[in-house]
């Protein structure tokens, strides 16, 4: 099964700096992986997903992520981080097989953006 | 386009009562997802339908939680009788289903319905 590990639950930067959500997961098959935001009171919003191809895929917003399949990570990354980029991250994944359509989420990163 | 469309956005009820949370998919989509999200779990998911037909329901927590999707503009999921330990926000999510895998198309969420029972 499916699992993902968000390795740090809460993120405080200062705007204009740089940020880096990680994450991991486990899977000894292909896999397809995303990652959600969710500001407050709302649903989640695709920010961007690696399903084959080029290892750094670029997503709304500025972010952008890249695929490591030797580290087993897919790490999140944004240059220059925004007030308004405040939200809780979620990395997801899902196999390729049969029950693909089953996403398995991470526990989520509180991004905290101050000024 | 308007969007997942969930109701009610809150709901406040008592232990023992039937909730009935309510999802209007993206038009044109095939593929509805329920989850729910509290802060030890996450977000789980409990059942997912494919042309309104339920392929999936094992996540469903057990036999008081029960879902339907009578059409494909349309699905409820029903909590009978709610219990505190349900309290949490439920998530309605849809998508394209294409031939290679529906986890290739994006989920696109609802609101959410955040559900509290006292």
């Known amino acids: 099964a499916q699992s993902v590990t968000q390795l740090d639950s809460q993120v405080p930067v200062f705007e204009e700096a740089p940020v880096e959500l990680r994450c991991n997961y486990s899977s000894s098959v292909s896999v397809y992986l995303f990652w959600y935001v969710q500001y407050p009171n709302q649903g989640l919003q695709l920010l961007l997903k690696y399903l084959s191809g080029s290892t750094l895929v670029k997503g709304i917003n500025g972010f952008e992520a890249e695929f490591n399949k030797s580290q087993t990570s897919f790490h999140l990354r944004k240059p220059s981080v925004h007030i308004s980029d405040t939200a809780e991250y979620f990395c997801?994944?899902?196999?390729?097989?049969?029950?693909?359509?089953?996403?398995?989420f991470g526990k989520g990163t509180l991004l905290t953006v101050n000024p | 386009d308007a969007g997942v469309i969930q109701s009610p956005r809150h709901e406040v009820t008592e232990m023992g009562q039937e909730v009935t949370l309510r999802c209007k998919p993206i038009s044109g989509h095939n593929s509805l997802f329920w989850y729910r999200q509290t802060m030890m779990r996450g977000l789980e998911l409990l059942i997912y339908?494919?042309?309104?037909?339920?392929?999936?329901d094992s996540g469903m927590p057990e036999d008081r939680f029960s879902a339907k999707m009578p059409n494909a503009s349309f699905s409820t999921l029903k909590i009978q009788p709610s219990e505190p330990r349900d309290s949490a926000v439920y998530f309605c999510?849809?998508?394209?289903?294409?031939?290679?895998?529906?986890?290739?198309?994006?989920?696109?969420f609802g609101p959410g319905t955040r559900l509290t029972v006292l």
């Open positions: 997801a994944a899902a196999g390729s097989g049969g029950s693909n359509y089953k996403l398995t």
């Open positions: 339908f494919n042309n309104n037909v339920p392929i999936d």
């Open positions: 999510a849809s998508s394209a289903y294409g031939t290679s895998g529906a986890s290739t198309d994006t989920q696109y």
